[in-house]
């Protein structure tokens, strides 16, 4: 960074201000911001009416002397930089005064906002320059630079038609430049022998800004420099990602290649999306350590659920339930085989380390089933997985052989499905609904109070709920004849049991209360 001094002229004594403009290795200076810019003018023309003090003392009267501006040293650079907010831009010719910037102030001065903020920029040699290029921005910030015809012409097509037009063409004027800044620094660049070591200290956002005037320029080698700048630098952020995509497939224009850019975000292969989907579940499924499996599970069920959001807002089909219902088979069978490994007559004669070994796997294929479930249910897809499960009657006859320690992780699949259709979460046939109840109700009452000890995840109230609920869907027959199946149940456990006091009332209102009520109603109107 170099510091260059602002000479403020007035009648009285003569004030420094340092305004800090970054130089490139190739000798040119780089536009500040105009923020600096302003900064620098509402210095000097403050917005708000200074106070009255004190009258100066002689000691403050003798630090005030001021000093002859020749007297001030000045660093010769190659390149001449000049702000003034009494110059006016229409005259391309001027040249700036000195090497130093020097900004005079009219007494009384306008208002900021209307004063006019006019730079000098020259590249290359000094003297050298043959083209003078005037950039007019907005807030009436104006950039005059000093260029050679022969750079521009080679670097820029923009440029090219611009001079050949008129070949004694010597200066010219942009209107309504968007980022002068930006454009003052794309023109430094055709002065660049190394683009791509000056673009690496730039963050993603500027490399936008200069792409974008570059492509205006017809600037192609700085565009290609840009691209894989991009493709390389790590973009931070969903919202950085998207402004470097849609930045990206904006650009036109023959021989731009932004596929490198873009492959980062999209694939050219065909169902890579859905084979990769299939791996992952896979992997996931087949994992034995239960920290990491779970949270990665907990990973994927977020982004399909973020997945789902979008396919059900654009209407666009979604093509992964295949792929999880044959996941959800491929668990069934090896959950079955593995009952009837733990259930075989000779299977007392197993070692205790293999009778392990098939105890976690039973508990491992149920809490896949639980995953897979619960994906399902937040897809609005999980129909066929309840009737999958009511069908599972030798799955259900091997349950009550096993110990419950060993089982009770396949009655918190049961649970969750009929939590699931008293919440309105999956809409099985009425059919489905007897099957389930008739299939594994029994055995979840019987599992029930190891699950209410001994599985923290396990919440008696919804489940209690939700199995009243499915119950309250069938018809009244069916309803009594499982309530009254519970009943017995539920006084030989009582706590021990899920109660289902409330579904049973709502059987006993619609059994005893309601006939009486419509017939009392009958009587009246006949009467």
Known sequence: MADIRLNRVNQGPTKIKNVPIAVTPEGFWCCPSPVVFQKSFKAQHPLNKPKPSSPPSKTSSAQKKSVPVSERKTVPTPSRLGVSDSQQCSDPERDPASTSVVATERTPGPKIETLPKKLAVEFGEPGTCNVKVVLLGKQGLCVKLSVHRDVLTEKSSFFADKLSEQSDLSSFQIDDCEDVEIYVETVGL???????????????????????????????????????????????????????????????????????????????????SKDTLSQIFELVLKSNEERSRREMRSIVLKLLKEKNSLCSSTGSPDICDEMIYRSCRSCLDSLLSLFKQATEPDSGDIPNGNREHVVKHIALEADNLSWLLEILVDKQAADEFALMWANQQELATLHGKLPVVSRYHVSCISGRLYVGIGKGELLPSKNTRQLLLQTWLQPLINDYNWL???????????????????????????????????????????????????????????????????GQGNGTSDS
């Open 190 to 272: 055709m002065y660049c022998n190394e683009m791509k070591q000056r673009l690496m200290k730039q963050n993603v956002s500027r490399i936008l800004r200069i792409l974008k005037v570059a492509e205006s320029l017809g600037f192609s080698s700085c565009i290609q420099s840009c691209l894989e700048h991009l493709e390389a630098v790590p973009w931070v952020g969903d919202e950085e990602e998207e402004k470097v995509v849609s930045t990206v497939l904006q650009l036109q224009g023959e021989g731009i290649r932004v596929n490198p850019v873009l492959k980062r975000v999209s694939s050219d292969i065909s169902n890579t």
């Open 452 to 518: 209410q000890h001994g599985c923290r995840s396990f919440d008696r109230k919804l489940v209690e709920e939700g199995i009243g609920r499915t119950i309250l869907t069938l018809p009244l027959e069916d309803q009594q004849s499982i309530l009254l199946s519970w009943v017995g149940s539920f006084l030989k456990s009582g706590d021990g049991c899920p109660n289902l006091q409330r579904a049973f009332e709502v059987w006993w209102r619609r059994t005893f209360i309601r006939p009486y009520v419509e």
